[in-house]
């Protein structure tokens, strides 16, 4: 359904991302951000499932081409670690929201895994959004709080996460509360990566409501 394009980055350097389109003027937009594996193509198939709902999707290529198998978590682990999260939030990230914003319409962003690290660093960092949904990833308190999330956020975690374990999901609940921002944490008896139907953690009813989520968000915050 979509296809491959290249845009600007916010710094003016070109950048290359999947883009689906709702085919229709003035679609609100969704920037998708890839899990740690790279661009492949269930992060594609999002973005082609926001576009039937009525989103225009563009998902940036946050490893400039390279794609990690599912079993070589030792290459996405070194993929992931060599990434400059904050240079690809405040310009890769940030030039796939302008690019969408091109028609006036609002953006959202998500993102899963690293993803959702980087969807928490964009709702506190990228002006151009107006509302994002993060599934099972947190950045360190270090680079992003819960007081600096400056949009309404959706958050989905799962009860059985080594990464973002629950005690972790427990204390950015917290400073969401404390701090007085617009956010909805759902969790679910679920394992790290319950949305992506091509890994063994899939979880089909979690994947479904999370979904269904989601989609009511964007309506509330982006229009659709």
């Not at 993929?79 to 690809?88: G, H, I, P, T, V």
């Not at 302008?98 to 969807?119: D, E, N, R, Y």
């Not at 080594?162 to 917290?174: G, H, K, M, N, R």
Request: proline fraction near 4%; hydrophobic fraction near 45%; charged fraction near 20%.
């Amino acid at each position: 359904m979509g296809t491959n394009i290249t845009f600007r980055r916010a710094d003016g350097k070109e950048a290359a991302g999947y883009l689906a389109s709702a085919g229709r003027a003035g679609a609100p937009g969704v920037v998708v951000i890839q899990e740690w594996w790279g661009l492949q193509d269930q992060i594609k198939g999002i973005c082609d499932r926001f576009a039937l709902a009525g989103y225009d999707a563009l998902a940036p290529d946050l490893y400039a081409g390279t794609v990690v198998a599912y079993h070589d978590r030792d290459a996405a682990g070194r993929e992931m670690n060599s990434l400059n999260f904050l240079d690809a939030t405040d310009h890769t990230v940030r030039g796939a929201a302008q690019w969408l914003k091109k028609s006036g319409a609002k953006v959202g962003l998500t993102g899963f895994c690293l993803g959702g690290a980087v969807t928490i660093l964009g709702a506190c960092r990228i002006p151009e959004l107006s509302a994002a949904v993060c599934f099972y990833g947190i950045p360190p308190e270090s680079v992003a709080k819960p007081a600096d999330i400056k949009v309404p956020l959706q958050a989905h975690f799962a009860n059985e996460d080594d990464w973002c374990t629950p005690q972790l999901v427990d204390a950015f609940e917290a400073g969401l509360k404390s701090a007085g921002r617009n956010a909805q944490v759902f969790r679910y008896d679920a394992q790290h990566a319950f949305v992506n139907e091509q890994r063994d953690a899939y979880d089909r009813a979690a994947a479904a409501l999370a979904w269904d989520r989601t989609l009511k968000f964007w309506a509330t915050h982006l229009g659709g």
